[in-house]
């Protein structure tokens, strides 16, 4: 409850680890869907930046931006961490690997929001390129 008042108009939102589908603008979030057997789509986000080439910032605000460790290699980070989480220790293979960020203005510097979204196909189910091509014949 305490983190509720704390974080005010950045919402209550779960601040440590991120593994939960909650999205937090300070650390990002994920959401996982199991779209065939031991087949997922992950789509993971960071939680608010501010790119350096958006605006003249002050010293401070870059500084803050880059403390925070947020923009697209944390998402690219997150979706890894969640993948691994996922398929466990035989590991997994990508298919439709998408990048993405977005302008989230929120207050007086423009927050932005960078996320990854993929298909992690878990090996332990031992799924051929063939398999794959026959369950989605578009990717």
Do not use: H
């Amino acid at each position: 409850m305490m983190g509720c008042l704390v974080l005010g108009m950045a919402g209550c939102a779960s601040t440590g680890g991120g593994e939960g589908d909650n999205y937090s603008t300070i650390n990002g979030g994920d959401r996982v869907q199991e779209v065939r057997p031991d087949i997922f789509l992950i789509v993971s986000k960071s939680g608010f930046y501010i790119p350096d080439e958006e605006m003249p910032l002050m010293v401070i605000d870059k500084l803050m931006s880059r403390i925070s460790g947020q923009g697209p290699a944390a998402a690219s980070k997150r979706w890894e961490a969640r993948a691994n989480a996922v398929c466990g220790a035989k590991g997994y293979r990508a298919y439709k690997v998408e990048t993405f960020s977005y302008s989230a203005n929120t207050g007086p510097y423009p927050r932005w929001v960078a996320g990854k979204s993929a298909y992690a196909a878990c090996n332990r189910k031992g799924y051929s390129e063939a398999d794959i091509k026959a369950m989605f014949p578009d990717w």
